[in-house]
């Protein structure tokens, strides 16, 4: 619900095991169904400036076996701890070589071409992009087509990334490989699988 700003060590999921069920299965939505908003990590207490919704997918997905990438805003100090403690996740040092990579805005997003696409033989093994962003809206914006899309369904993203659109166009012709994004604002979360289409305006 908020993001903390002093030096505690805040704890996780008040209840681990019932809560990360509940995120897991509104991510798994959310990617099934593209560009529909969701809310998740209510009451969930992180590390500013993380974002509640944020915090409760890292929560629910890193573990030891998938290094996160931070980007220069959270990878100091108070993030960095937390996420270490409450999941053993490695951080990694180059975005290159993670599983998840987090950013705290589109301006420190890297490229998608530049981050794990996985392989022909293991497509799974590509990276996720958490991105925080202001705002998301749905019925303005982003339209979005394919699978899990009935006909469109329109998403607005504030700030709008400059290019993102194109970088997505070559994503999505990538597949089986490529990436998939997860947008959060706050609580709000909403995704953008590899297999969706964008179309700006």
Same mark, same amino acid.
């Given at each position: 619900? &908020?993001?903390?700003?002093?030096?505690?060590?805040?704890?996780?999921?008040?209840?681990?095991?019932?809560? #990360?069920?509940?995120?897991?299965?509104?991510?798994?939505?959310?990617?099934?169904? !593209?560009?529909?908003?969701?809310?998740?990590?209510?009451?969930?207490?992180?590390?500013?400036?993380?974002?509640?919704?944020?915090?409760?997918?890292?929560?629910?997905?890193?573990?030891?076996?998938?290094?996160?990438?931070?980007?220069?805003?959270? $990878?100091?100090?108070?993030?960095?701890?937390?996420?270490?403690?409450?999941?053993?996740?490695?951080?990694?040092?180059?975005?290159?070589?993670?599983?998840?990579?987090?950013?705290?805005? &589109?301006? #420190?997003?890297?490229?998608?071409?530049?981050?794990?696409?996985?392989? @022909?033989?293991?497509?799974?093994? #590509?990276?996720?992009?958490?991105?925080?962003?202001?705002?998301?809206?749905?019925?303005?914006?982003?339209?979005?087509?394919?699978?899990?899309?009935? *006909?469109?369904? *329109?998403?607005?993203? #504030? !700030?709008? !990334?400059?290019? &993102?659109?194109?970088?997505?166009?070559?994503?999505?012709?990538?597949?089986?490989?490529?990436?998939?994004?997860?947008?959060?604002?706050?609580? $709000?979360?909403?995704?953008? @699988?590899?297999?969706?289409?964008?179309?700006?305006?």
């Amino acid at each position: 619900m &908020f993001a903390a700003t002093d030096d505690r060590m805040l704890p996780g999921f008040a209840d681990p095991v019932h809560h #990360s069920q509940q995120v897991f299965a509104a991510v798994m939505q959310a990617m099934a169904r !593209p560009g529909r908003i969701h809310d998740i990590g209510k009451d969930l207490e992180v590390p500013g400036p993380l974002h509640p919704a944020t915090g409760a997918i890292l929560l629910t997905l890193a573990d030891f076996d998938t290094p996160v990438w931070l980007d220069d805003d959270l $990878a100091d100090g108070a993030v960095r701890q937390w996420l270490q403690l409450h999941t053993g996740a490695q951080i990694a040092d180059h975005h290159e070589n993670a599983a998840f990579v987090v950013a705290a805005g &589109f301006g #420190s997003m890297p490229d998608l071409a530049t981050l794990a696409l996985g392989t @022909p033989e293991y497509p799974d093994r #590509s990276a996720t992009a958490i991105v925080q962003v202001d705002n998301l809206e749905a019925g303005a914006g982003w339209t979005l087509t394919g699978p899990g899309i009935e *006909r469109a369904h *329109r998403l607005a993203c #504030s !700030p709008v !990334p400059a290019g &993102f659109a194109a970088a997505w166009a070559v994503n999505h012709d990538r597949f089986p490989l490529g990436i998939d994004v997860i947008l959060c604002a706050q609580q $709000a979360v909403a995704c953008l @699988p590899r297999t969706v289409e964008i179309r700006e305006g």
